[in-house]
Nanobody, 112 residues
Framework: VQLQASGGGLVQAGGSLRLSCAVS????????MGWYRQFPGRLREWIAT???????TYVDAVKGRFTISRDNAKNTVFLQLRSLKPEDTAIYYC???????WGQGTQVTVSS
């Protein structure tokens, strides 16, 4: 099973981005999936999870601004980022709970 993350970039404060995590080798809904982010010099921090059953949870810092979802037909998990702030600047990673698998990071940079 492999994860391929994409969608990061440079955006102005208040803008939006959609991150994608394409899963190959297994159905995307066969495992809970998550998104994490890592600030410079710090450990990765959990942002959001979507369970195999479709339930979602979020860290308080992103509630109401970020949305995790998936498209089973595309075998992809998404993270919609809205109302971005400079403090959201980080490398974002997708994660598959079954197998403890990480995608490569995608950089999100929010300018003020």
């Amino acid at each position: 099973v492999q994860l391929q993350a994409s969608g990061g970039g440079l955006v102005q404060a208040g803008g939006s981005l959609r991150l994608s995590c394409a899963v190959s080798g297994s159905p995307v809904d066969s495992s809970s999936m998550g998104w994490y982010r890592q600030f410079p010099g710090r450990l990765r921090e959990w942002i959001a999870t979507i369970t195999a059953g479709g339930s979602t949870t979020y860290v308080d810092a992103v509630k109401g601004r970020f949305t995790i979802s998936r498209d089973n037909a595309k075998n992809t998990v998404f993270l919609q980022l809205r109302s971005l702030k400079p403090e959201d600047t980080a490398i974002y990673y997708c994660y598959r709970y079954v197998g403890d698998l990480w995608g490569q990071g995608t950089q999100v940079t929010v300018s003020s």
